[in-house]
């Protein structure tokens, strides 16, 4: 059974921050290779922000630990019902909802936007390592 008053707050918590620190390593050494691949540069990008208050251009940010947080939450929920909590079993988990999950519906989605396959060439391992960090530490932290 799964209930709210069991879950590992402070583990799911670090589990998302460090998601997150991930990302902004992997996309700070990826990040040109990244602008080029959504067919941008640096200077179009620099002229889209100019307008946007600090929220604005925080707001994907923030976005990001949220999305992680939920994350980490529903990988709580997945360990619970499979009744197993450590480090192998948080990272399989992890690569499985990859495998099933992320991978297919970045792949699909930039390909319906007319998008190069270097988008999801990059974009897709950060996923990855974002479900094997979170299920690893969710799994190892346990309830």
């Known amino acids: 059974m799964f209930a709210l008053d069991e879950v590992n707050y402070l583990g799911t918590a670090i589990a998302a921050a460090a998601a997150w620190m991930f990302g902004a390593a992997y996309y700070g050494l990826l990040g040109r290779a990244w602008i080029t691949a959504q067919g941008r540069t640096k200077e179009s990008l620099a002229i889209e922000n100019a307008g946007k208050s600090a929220t604005a251009k925080a ?3 923030l976005l990001s630990f949220v ?10 929920g997945i360990l ?3 009744g197993m909590f450590n480090l192998r079993a948080g990272m399989i988990s992890g690569a499985f909802c990859w495998v099933g999950f992320v991978l297919p519906t970045v792949a699909i989605n930039n390909a319906y ?7 999801t060439v990059i974009d897709s391992p950060h996923w990855l390592g974002v ?3 979170i299920g690893g530490i ?6």
């Open 59 to 61: 707001a994907p940010f």
């Open 80 to 82: 619970t019902h499979l």
């Open 113 to 119: 936007s007319g998008r190069r396959v270097m988008l």
């Open 67 to 76: 999305g992680e947080l939920l994350m980490a939450f529903v990988m709580y």
């Open 138 to 143: 969710v799994g190892a932290w346990g309830p």
């Open 131 to 133: 479900l094997l960090i």
